[in-house]
């Protein structure tokens, strides 16, 4: 199996954390099937690690319900249906769709300009300029996008609510619905400019309307991604 080495990326992420976001995308992906089973000692080759950040990204996983942790075998793949992923997306979408709201109201000069570069590196990809991985200088995009936003609402539970559907299912999965579809990869981008123009200029009903609407169609985008491709499970 080709190793996956990664390295530190200066988040502060633990090594578990980000092994458990890589295979849970892959599960939801369907790179990883259902009813696969994820052994440690294969885990650790592949990723060039211990298996101590091994166990702790299948328990992880096992506290989402993406895997069933069996004793003396590793961990089997649940996975998580289209279905599934459409009612965290019910969620997501209010939480976040109130985050832009607050964050409106709340967004300081530091933030601002985070904000605007992440938009930045958007149109840097609208406009065809990125040279290299075009799904990862968009997925660092969003990742600082909605983190600003949500830092900025200066509501730490509901920083705590929407981490913990962000971990259920991680957002920059989206990329695999977009790749591939320059309509739906500009609809995206141009939602992105219409919340940040809003929550930039302080219209807090605007930006909570925007943000909720772009999670909801997000989602929906990765839900039947994963129909048509089978991903996802049934």
Request: overall charge negative; charged content about 25%; aromatic content about 4%.
């Amino acid at each position: 199996m080709t190793s996956t080495l990664l390295t530190d990326d200066g988040s502060g992420v633990s090594l578990g954390d980000r092994v458990a976001e890589v295979l849970q995308s892959r599960i939801i992906a369907g790179e990883i099937p259902i009813g696969a089973w994820l052994r440690h000692s294969a885990l650790a080759d592949e990723f060039a690690i211990s298996r101590t950040p091994v166990r702790e990204a299948l328990r992880i996983l096992a506290e989402r319900d993406v895997v069933t942790i069996v004793p003396n075998r590793g961990a089997r793949v649940n996975g998580q249906s289209p279905s599934d992923i459409r009612l965290i997306g019910e969620v997501r979408g209010e939480l976040e769709g109130l985050a832009a709201e607050l964050a409106s109201g709340r967004i300081d000069d530091r933030r601002s300009e985070r904000l605007a570069g992440a938009w930045d590196h958007f149109r840097q990809v609208r406009d065809g300029k990125v040279e290299g991985d075009v799904a990862a200088v968009w997925a660092r995009s969003n990742e600082q996008f909605h983190s600003v936003i949500i830092e900025a609402a200066g509501n730490r539970y509901l920083t705590l609510s929407i981490g913990e559907l962000r971990r259920r299912l991680p957002h920059n999965i989206s990329f695999g619905a977009y790749a591939g579809n320059s309509r739906l990869l500009n609809r995206n981008l141009e939602e992105h400019e219409r919340i940040a123009a809003a929550v930039l200029s302080g219209d807090g009903a605007a930006a909570r309307e925007l943000m909720t609407a772009h999670i909801h169609t997000s989602i929906d985008a990765v839900a039947g991604w994963l129909e048509r491709s089978g991903g996802g499970g049934a």
